[in-house]
């Protein structure tokens, strides 16, 4: 039973971490110009004219992919700390995957 909790887990943090990799590979890989065009519209501000909590963060991890941590913060002041939150994820996942890998 317990493992099999384990094995869910690992499943989902998986999962999770592919996604979190596309999103911090993202603004590095592709043309900006394409990620800006496939951001989704924030659908609050549309309707209401008021920002979301995650308006910003495309804006400002493309900044962050050019170095410009000043104007990734102004874009959304928790977009450098995310960042490095999701680096941080992104680094522990490949370190359990190449620990179990020893392992084996």
Do not use: Q, Y
């Not at 887990?9 to 590095?28: D, E, M, T």
């Not at 979301?52 to 874009?75: K, V, Y």
């Amino acid at each position: 039973m317990v493992a099999d909790v384990k094995k869910a887990l690992r499943l989902v943090w998986l999962g999770i971490s592919l996604a979190v990799l596309a999103v911090v590979a993202a603004p590095f890989a592709l043309p900006h110009s394409w990620i800006s065009r496939l951001a989704p519209v924030c659908e609050r501000k549309a309707s209401t004219g008021r920002e979301c909590p995650a308006c910003g963060l495309t804006t400002a991890f493309l900044a962050i992919s050019h170095g410009d941590l000043g104007a990734a913060s102004r874009s959304h002041r928790a977009a450098v700390p995310l960042f490095g939150l999701l680096l941080v994820n992104e680094a522990v996942f490949a370190l359990s995957v190449a620990r179990r890998g020893k392992g084996s």
